[in-house]
């Protein structure tokens, strides 16, 4: 079976530092485009970043640009995990962050900066970040 499952999420002050990590079981992340989407109560889920299936071109939503950063572990003897470090955050109320990946056999998302839920067929339960003093 494959899983994606989150962890390091909290609550965090403004303009704190959190990362965040996915571990991967039944695949490797390093084979698969992954991608972080959050939803928070009331809103639609949007992307937050997204790395390719080939290479390690990572596209990023503007409100992540220059705070955030998606990474994955693509050694040979390596944990299969991913994760997102974000820092410099504002204020906000919680949002659940998950992590996602595309295992079917059309064309890999994550070819710019548009990420659709749908585009992803394997999510995590996601872990909450609130921001908040």
């Known amino acids: 079976q494959v899983h994606l499952v989150e962890s390091g999420g909290g609550l965090v002050q403004p303009g704190g530092s959190l990362r965040l990590t996915c571990a991967a079981s039944?695949?490797?992340?390093?084979?698969?485009?992954v991608a972080w989407f959050r939803q928070a109560p009331g809103k639609e889920r949007e992307g937050v970043s997204c790395m390719g299936s080939s290479d390690d071109t990572t596209y990023y939503a503007n409100f992540a640009k220059g705070r955030f950063t998606m990474s994955r572990d693509n050694a040979k003897n390596a944990r299969n995990t991913m994760s997102l470090q974000m820092s410099s955050l504002s204020p906000e109320g919680p949002a659940v962050y998950s992590c996602v990946t595309y295992l079917g056999a059309g064309r890999p998302p994550c070819n710019s900066a548009l990420m659709r839920p749908s585009d992803y067929d394997l999510w995590g339960v996601g872990t909450q970040v609130t921001v908040s003093s």
């Open positions: 039944g695949f490797r992340v390093n084979y698969y485009a």
